[in-house]
């Protein structure tokens, strides 16, 4: 097969052509996030080879499903959703190249080449988003049954300063985030009223603690006598509560003890609001009663958007339900004429729970008070994108700057040229003119290898430039197997083709079994390998593989075109 010359440089045409597009520039379109915060669509060139992130800086994570918050049954499904809802997240970040795969059966990595903004991506990538719609306590339930948990607590022998002090010393104790210090007017220092979205001054509440505990604010009084009650102010609406910021830890660790939650209302839960208010300098959290089924939740959801609510100057996000979910919704709605309905996400009540007046059909809004259009912009984006069906948590995190990849580029060029320069001065001068004809198979060997790596999609690593520089020295040695056979045979007195035929044959075995136990060793390391490892092994196999062309064949068609040249050839310079 491709005896002819002819046949022969037109394959090795074809492989040069389709090499040459394979690694052509194109202009491809991605979405990306204006300065306004808008995702939009825009055109770039990209060379075809993909930079990984120790050439071009990023960020790397290996995630897993965080059984520690309970276990997740069917962890190989909840982990390919998990995928898809990364992978559309992703996307919607518009990050350039990314790579979001699952490796084994149990781990996501998530490669974010160029990401400015880490801790936004991160953020962005683990958000659980899971959102829910439920009503709050309007009978008063948990309010009722606080007297009787106080006794439970009393005969337990639990007290605010005995809890104080275990909470204190657990560190894993759950600690709810603050906003920073908002001062208050005089009016509200007056009348002791209640600023959404705002906080107090710490310090300020630890002077005046016992004068604050026991006055009464427009929130409400304290609600009775006991371990817990003396700790919570009654809201303006059913199912509200107020804890001071100081007191959350106390009285969550109080809320959780089986005393307490055998007497808990069934069929109820509690859950704290995102963020403090403030009365009269000091902090407090909202604390809701909330029935535990929700009349919805985000799976219905289509599209979510971020804006500036040019009335009160806070960011909302607005977001619209499917037909299925917005019948379901204006359902539910019309049978809560009157009531309180919470926004949660995240097991966390997202403002204050705004009364049903009428039925809401297929549209809604979630105000976040203080948060930036940028973190308004991210909560409408990981809705959208759907929640994770499980929480995950990282496992491996590494985080590349721009600068050392770059410095990483430099000196893996002039690794790589500096090794290619020696190999082609030492093959020119040992070997002569076949020296020459292996050179120009080296030129078209890093055509091709470069190639396969453009049409496969593969990621350049800093382990694979290791991984084709040592496949150059590959390369060079199914040469040098096969100029050493070809003097052999001319040294036994065979004519130059005789021996060039020679050299070929017999140097193939060795050539194909060193290469062939090589791409199986490096087969192996992709199969089981991460990261880094699988760079090295994918360059290191597109690299023998091009060797093996251009040794055997594409010298060898070289080597036929100089003997058909030259007919009455008597000797070869190698």
Not at 142 to 156: E, G, K, M, T
Not at 193 to 211: E, F, H, I, N, S
């Amino acid at each position: 097969m491709f005896e002819s010359l002819r046949a022969r440089f037109i394959v090795i045409g074809v492989l040069i052509a389709l090499s040459i597009w394979s690694l052509w520039p194109r202009h491809i379109t991605i979405r990306v996030r204006g300065s306004d915060g808008r995702m939009r669509d825009t055109t770039v060139q990209r060379v075809p080879i993909k930079e990984g992130l120790d050439l071009r800086g990023g960020m790397h994570l290996a995630l897993e499903i965080d059984e520690s918050r309970g276990k997740v049954e069917n962890a190989g499904d909840a982990i390919d959703r998990a995928l898809k809802v990364i992978r559309t997240r992703i996307d919607e970040f518009g990050v350039a190249e990314p790579l979001v795969q699952k490796v084994g059966s149990s781990r996501i990595v998530v490669d974010l080449p160029g990401v400015a903004d880490a801790g936004r991506a991160r953020e962005i990538v683990l958000r659980q988003a899971f959102l829910e719609f439920q009503m709050t306590d309007k009978n008063g339930l948990f309010r009722s049954a606080l007297p009787a948990i106080d006794r439970a607590l009393v005969a337990a022998g639990v007290t605010e300063a005995s809890v104080g002090k275990a909470v204190e010393g657990d560190t894993s104790q759950p600690r709810l985030a603050t906003a920073a210090p908002t001062p208050t007017s005089a009016v509200e220092d007056i009348l002791g009223g209640v600023k959404r979205g705002g906080a107090a001054d710490t310090g300020k509440a630890r002077t005046a603690a016992r004068r604050d505990t026991a006055a009464a604010d427009t929130t409400g009084n304290q609600l009775g006598q006991g371990p817990l009650s003396p700790l919570l102010y009654a809201g303006q609406m059913p199912g509200e509560y107020y804890v001071a910021e100081e007191k959350v830890p106390v009285v969550e660790a109080m809320l959780a003890r089986p005393e307490a939650q055998r007497l808990f209302p069934r069929n109820f839960v509690r859950r704290w609001g995102a963020e403090p208010v403030s009365r009269g300098g000091r902090a407090f959290r909202p604390l809701y009663v909330l029935e535990e089924k929700p009349i919805i939740t985000g799976e219905f959801l289509t599209d979510a958007k971020a804006r500036i609510d040019p009335i009160y100057n806070q960011s909302v996000v607005d977001f619209t339900l499917n037909r299925r979910g917005g019948r379901i919704f204006e359902r539910e709605t019309a049978a809560h004429v009157g009531d309180y309905m919470a926004i949660v996400l995240d097991q966390m009540v997202q403002s204050q729970p705004p009364v049903i007046k009428s039925a809401i059909a297929e549209h809604g809004q979630i105000e976040l008070g203080r948060a930036s259009l940028q973190e308004a912009q991210d909560l409408a984006l990981v809705l959208k994108a759907g929640s994770l069906p499980a929480p995950l948590h990282v496992v491996e995190e590494r985080s590349v700057g721009p600068t050392l990849g770059a410095d990483s580029i430099h000196k893996g060029m002039l690794a790589g040229i500096v090794g290619v320069s020696l190999v082609v001065l030492i093959m020119l001068a040992y070997y002569h003119f076949a020296g020459v004809l292996a050179v120009v198979a080296l030129c078209l060997y890093v055509l091709f290898t470069f190639a396969g790596l453009a049409g496969m999609g593969a990621t350049l690593t800093l382990p694979g430039v290791a991984g084709f520089a040592l496949s150059v020295g590959i390369a060079v040695d199914a040469n040098v197997l096969i100029f050493e056979r070809i003097r052999e045979e001319l040294a036994h007195g065979k004519s130059v083709r005789l021996a060039i035929d020679a050299g070929f044959r017999m140097a193939m075995n060795a050539i194909v079994d060193s290469n062939v136990s090589t791409i199986l060793t490096a087969a192996f390391l992709f199969q089981f390998g991460t990261g880094p490892v699988k760079g090295f092994a994918v360059t290191l196999i597109f690299g023998i593989l091009a060797s093996m062309v251009t040794a055997i064949f594409v010298t060898r068609t070289f080597f036929n075109l100089y003997v058909e040249r030259r007919p009455g050839l008597q000797t070869l310079s190698i």
